[in-house]
Nanobody
Framework: QVQLVESGGGLVQPGGSLRLSCTAS????????IGWFRQYPGKEREGVSC????????YYADSVKGRFTASRDNGANAVYLQMDSLKPEDTAVYYC??????????????????????WGQGTQVDVSS
């Protein structure tokens, strides 16, 4: 079992930036995929960006391509989500999650968040003037 802890959320004006962090209690290399997801009130969680814990396989939702950049630091057991050019519609609770399923890629994982094995507690992002 792994504990995931997100941080870095907050209130930012439209066009601004935030950097979310997610640290894990165990090495991410023990899992196949890690992802960032978000949830709007009353809605299901949706994939924002997912990546393999090793290699270059990565996926971004169309709504964040060119604005968000995910990265990882395996030595620190951490992943990050750099969010630039934020829009009011990016307001949501953001979660990191991981799965050890090995037969799927980042795109499948991001579009099927329910297969996540472990979730963090989430961090609120508010984009408002």
């Amino acid at each position: 079992q792994v504990q995931l802890v997100e941080s870095g959320g907050g209130l930012v004006q439209p066009g601004g930036s935030l950097r979310l962090s997610c640290t894990a209690s165990r090495p991410f290399s023990q899992y196949n995929l890690i992802g960032w997801f978000r949830q709007y009130p009353g809605k299901e969680r949706e994939g924002v960006s997912c990546m393999a814990t090793t290699g270059d396989d990565a996926y971004y939702a169309d709504s964040v391509k060119g604005r968000f950049t995910a990265s990882r630091d395996n030595g620190a057991n951490a992943v990050y989500l750099q969010m630039d050019s934020l829009k009011p519609e990016d307001t949501a609770v953001y979660y990191c999650a991981t799965t050890d399923l090995t037969t799927i890629d980042s795109g499948y994982y991001c579009t099927n968040p329910r297969i996540s094995g472990y979730w963090g507690q989430g961090t609120q992002v508010d984009v408002s003037s």
